[in-house]
């Protein structure tokens, strides 16, 4: 299974982007998705993860009450919607799958990398100030 990730741009300080994340697989079904993203220089940092249809969301603290994920299932498609977006929000934003049987129970959960097995090629966010 492979995942695209699209929807990146350039965008002034104060707009807002969609992301989307396809599977290339209808049959796929990873217990949860999750986005992350890297800024000029520095690693990869979680942003955000949505479980299993009817599943919680997680988001890192600096976009709660921006970014918003969702899921459609029957296309298996991931979204990030980002609203409120400013200049520490720009870097390459990716998109993974966690495997169908990967259950985590604690804090934490579908917030790391090693949680995810399938990564897409990622989509860059620039945000002008």
């Known amino acids: 299974v492979q995942l695209q990730a699209s929807g990146g741009g350039l965008v002034q300080a104060g707009g807002s982007l969609r992301l989307s994340c396809a599977a290339s697989e209808r049959t796929f079904e990873p217990s949860a998705m999750g986005w992350f993203r890297q800024a000029p220089g520095n690693k990869r940092d979680f942003v955000g993860s949505i479980t299993r249809s009817g599943g919680p969301t997680h988001y890192t603290d600096s976009v709660k009450g921006r970014f918003t994920i969702s899921r459609d299932d029957a296309k298996n498609t991931v979204f990030l919607q980002m609203n409120s977006l400013n200049v520490g929000d720009t870097g390459v934003y990716y998109c993974?799958?966690?495997?169908?049987?990967?259950?985590?129970?604690?804090?934490?959960?579908?917030?790391?990398?090693?949680?995810?097995?399938?990564w897409g090629h990622g989509t860059k966010v620039t945000v002008s100030s």
């Open positions: 993974a799958a966690a495997n169908p049987t990967y259950t985590c129970l604690g804090s934490g959960c579908y917030q790391r990398e090693f949680e995810y097995e399938v």
